[in-house]
Nanobody, 119 residues
């Protein structure tokens, strides 16, 4: 089983930026999801094995950027212009079948890192 560990979460104010990191293998596509209390797990972004293709959820388009550095085995989520509505636990996930936005495409999940945005 692939083990994933997210880092980089924290407490920030609206309008600030954060960058999350996650261990990643070049053999898998990677995704970020988030879950706020009382809400369903929401797709945030995904990136292909080589980093050439990306996918974003509507709520973060234009603000968040996913990238990966396969030499460092790391995937990143750069979050800009953060809003209070972005407050959630963010999860890194890995899959082997196809780049996409649904949780069923992902086989491995990290433990999550908390992002809190105050307004």
């Amino acid at each position: 089983q692939v083990q994933l560990t997210e880092s980089g979460g924290g407490l920030v104010q609206a309008g600030d930026s954060l960058r999350l990191s996650c261990a990643a293998s070049g053999r898998t596509f990677m995704g970020w999801f988030r879950q706020a209390p009382g809400k369903e797990r929401e797709f945030v972004a995904a990136i292909s094995r080589g980093g050439g293709s990306t996918l974003y959820g509507d709520s973060v388009k234009g603000r968040f950027t996913i990238s990966r550095d396969n030499a460092k085995n790391t995937v990143y989520l750069q979050m800009n212009s953060l809003k209070a509505e972005d407050t959630a636990v963010y999860y890194c996930a890995a899959g082997t079948r196809a780049l996409g936005s649904v949780t069923s495409l992902y086989d491995y999940w990290g433990q999550g890192t908390q992002v809190t945005v105050s307004s």
